[in-house]
C-alpha cells in the first residue's frame, strides 16, 4: 500500500525556472514531512522538512509548502541550476519511537543549462 | 568522519549464489536500515534494527535475512540469490531522537544473472 504518492515521476526545467514537486498522503497521524535529494553515485540526503503546525518552510531557494487539509505537500525549487539535477524523494512519518519513513517514488529533476 | 559505509559496492551473482552485504557507521547510531531502490518504486525497507542485537521486516523481506551483532554494523544476506534481487541496495542509520533524519551510505549494486 502506497501511502505517499509523489508526482510526476520525471521534470525536464530550464535553467532559472521554478521546479515543483507534488506529493499526497494518506495517514493523518502523519506530523513529519521531509524532503531527500540523491546525486547520482550517492545515496539520498535530506534537504527540507516541514511539520504541520506550518503552511510553508523555506531555505535558500527550497520552499516546501504544506496543505493539511488536502493531504498534499510541495517542493519548489526556485531560480533552478544544473547543479539542482538529482532525484528528488518526499517522504512521511509519525514521530513516535520506532516509526518508520514512508517514501514517495522519487522524481528525476533534469534542470537544462 | 566517515558516516555510512557500505560495502561491496559493485557485485554480480549468478542466480542461487549467496552474498552479504556489508554496513558499517561510526555515529553511534542506534537504529540502522536497509532500503533498496528501483526504478519508478523509490525506495523500499528491506529491514530495518532499532538496536544492537534486534531486527525486524520491512516492507520487502522475503529472500533477505539480516543481523546486527555489533550496533556500528548491519548486515545484508541473500542466501540464494535471484534476478527479481537486481537493484541497488542502500543502508541508513538515524539517532534515536531524530526519526525523520537518516543518514545514507553510498549504495550498493548488485546484478543477479
Known amino acids: 500500500q502506497q501511502q505517499v504518492k509523489q508526482s510526476p515521476q520525471s521534470l525536464i526545467v530550464q535553467k532559472g525556472g521554478i521546479s515543483i514537486i507534488n506529493c499526497a498522503y494518506e495517514n493523518t497521524a502523519f506530523d513529519y514531512f521531509p524532503w531527500y535529494q540523491q546525486f547520482p553515485g550517492k545515496g539520498p540526503a535530506l534537504l527540507i522538512a516541514i511539520r504541520p503546525d506550518v503552511s510553508e518552510k523555506k531555505e535558500g531557494r527550497f520552499t516546501i509548502s504544506f496543505n493539511k487539509s488536502a493531504k498534499q505537500f510541495s517542493l519548489h525549487i526556485m531560480d533552478s541550476q544544473p547543479g539542482d539535477s538529482a532525484t528528488y524523494f518526499c517522504a512521511a512519518l509519525k514521530e513516535t519511537s520506532g516509526s518508520r519513513l514512508t517514501f514517495g517514488e522519487g522524481t528525476q529533476l533534469t534542470v537544462n543549462p | 568522519n566517515a558516516g555510512v559505509t557500505q560495502t561491496p559496492k559493485f557485485r554480480v551473482l549468478k542466480t542461487g549464489q549467496s552474498m552479504t552485504l556489508l554496513c558499517a557507521q561510526d555515529?553511534?547510531?542506534?537504529?540502522m536500515y536497509w532500503y533498496r531502490q528501483d526504478p519508478g518504486m523509490g525506495l523500499r525497507l528491506i529491514h530495518y534494527s532499532v538496536g544492537e542485537g534486534t531486527t525486524a521486516k520491512g516492507e520487502v523481506p522475503d529472500g533477505y535475512n539480516v543481523s546486527r551483532l555489533k550496533k556500528q554494523n548491519f548486515l545484508l544476506g541473500l542466501e540464494s540469490a535471484a534476478p527479481s534481487q537486481t537493484s541497488v541496495y542502500f543502508c541508513a542509520s538515524r539517532a534515536l531522537a531524530l526519526a525523520g533524519e537518516l543518514f545514507f551510505g553510498e549504495g550498493s549494486r548488485l546484478t543477479v544473472l
Open positions: 555515529m553511534n547510531h542506534e537504529y
